[in-house]
């Protein structure tokens, strides 16, 4: 309510007050009216005045205020996990459905730059989702990222003669600044187009429009996380490659069984690093690939490297991102492989009152204080350092930053790296992952 309605509102509540209360001291001194009337008039002159207060109170403005912001932050509440999604068809149309719910609108469309993406409300019969925009108004509103009043049926644009929608609010959509669609109010009459109907428009617009924002980070933050998994995938060092075929060409002469075992083993390991697409996997597929990476080393070194596993069946159906626990293995057999004697390798897997842990452990070379401060750092130590960025960049981000990697060493004495996570697991549960031994 502006300041000068508030002020006619007062006047004539006082002038009503006033009238009443003349009247009824005329009644009491000079009429000789009976009791019960007197009481009567007493009694309707209280309510009036009770419901005059209470009716002054509703329309104070900061109570308007106030139930105006309820109703465009539960509708924005509402509407997220939909918007989440990004902004089509389908989460148009559930978001329209809910703002016709909580404001004063006949309709309520969302549109693109082209068409119309969802319509709930009256007219719903006609208003075509899918159908391209027909209204100058929305036009103007997008080109001029401003806006729009539609104040007649003319204005709105509809070819349906039976239409009942005679004015609306156009409020552009954005992101990053640009419009990518509109928010649309109609109403059945002009006599709606108020301030608090503009105000609560423009309020759920830019919310929505935040919403969409943060869809849009959400998938470019997945993307990020493919693209490293990808470069992760690129980065199997080549004389990996190398390495195990010279080893399967020098076991054709020695071993030609174990050569061709060898053979079709490493065709499957690289058709799956190559061609991996899934970012989180149960952690026994994680582990059966490392036990197929350690084949062929074991198969390079021979005696020279020992493997134990310590991996309790209870956490082998939680999902780790793809290619998190086989860099940390090949970092150790690279690094830690000592000019002569044993390397031991461990790798066990836990689970505590509230997170999982994933250890690989070795006491090969190790490193100095100073280089374990910079193992992160992406290049150092011959690619560890890109390798274990990457897992620990997409751990936080799937697990969120009080998950990821630790790292201690001590040189000449081995290397630890622990990945630590809060458990998600597939939908098969922990009694479909299970059934893999150890080594």
Request: net charge negative; proline share 4%; with cysteine.
């Amino acid at each position: 309510m502006t300041p000068r309605r508030t002020i006619l509102f007062d006047s004539l509540l006082l002038f009503a007050v006033t009238v009443l209360a003349i009247v009824a001291g005329w009644v009491l001194i000079v009429a000789d009216t009976p009791a019960w009337v007197l009481s009567a008039s007493l009694a309707g002159l209280t309510l009036i005045a009770m419901g005059s207060v209470v009716a002054r109170w509703v329309s104070r403005p900061d109570h308007l205020k106030a139930m105006q912001s309820d109703s465009i932050l539960d509708i924005a509440n509402r509407s997220l996990s939909h918007l989440r999604k990004g902004l089509d068809a389908e989460t148009a149309g559930e978001v329209c459905r809910l703002a016709l719910m909580r404001t004063e609108a006949a309709a309520v469309a969302i549109t693109d730059t082209e068409q119309i993406l969802g319509f709930a409300g009256l007219g719903e019969d006609h208003h075509a989702v899918g159908g391209p925009i027909l209204t100058r108004g929305t036009r103007e509103a997008i080109e001029l990222n401003e806006h729009r009043i539609l104040e007649s049926r003319a204005d709105i644009g509809c070819p349906e003669r039976s239409c009942l929608l005679r004015a609306a609010i156009v409020v552009p959509l954005e992101m990053r600044g640009r419009p990518v669609g509109t928010l649309k109010f109609y109403y059945t009459t002009r006599r709606l187009l108020n301030e608090t109907q503009v105000a609560m428009a423009e309020g759920l617009a830019r919310l929505l429009s935040t919403q969409l924002e943060l869809s849009e980070l959400d998938r470019q933050t997945e993307l990020a996380c493919r693209m490293e998994l990808k470069a992760l995938q690129a980065q199997i060092h080549p004389h990996f490659l190398f390495n195990t075929i010279n080893t399967i060409a020098m076991l054709i002469r020695t071993d030609p069984d174990r050569a061709r075992g060898l053979l079709r083993d490493f065709a499957r390991f690289y058709r799956r690093t190559l061609e991996a697409s899934e970012e989180l996997v149960p952690l026994q597929q994680e582990i059966e690939f490392v036990r197929t990476y350690l084949t062929f080393e074991e198969a390079r070194f021979g005696d020279r490297l020992e493997v134990a596993e310590d991996i309790d069946p209870s956490v082998l159906a939680v999902y780790v991102p793809s290619f998190a626990v086989q860099p940390i293995v090949e970092n150790a057999v690279q690094h830690g492989m000592k000019a002569e004697g044993v390397l031991h390798i461990g790798i066990t897997a836990r689970r505590t009152a509230d997170r999982v842990t994933v250890e690989v452990t070795d006491d090969g070379i190790g490193m100095s204080p100073d280089d374990v401060d910079r193992v992160f750092e992406p290049g150092f130590g011959k690619g560890l350092g890109i390798a274990l960025k990457n897992v620990d960049d997409r751990l936080k981000g799937h697990y969120g930053p009080d998950s990821g990697l630790t790292v201690t060493s001590e040189e000449g004495s081995g290397t630890r790296v622990c990945i630590a996570i809060e458990p998600v697991y597939a939908e098969g549960g922990v009694d479909d992952a299970q059934g893999s031994g150890g080594r």
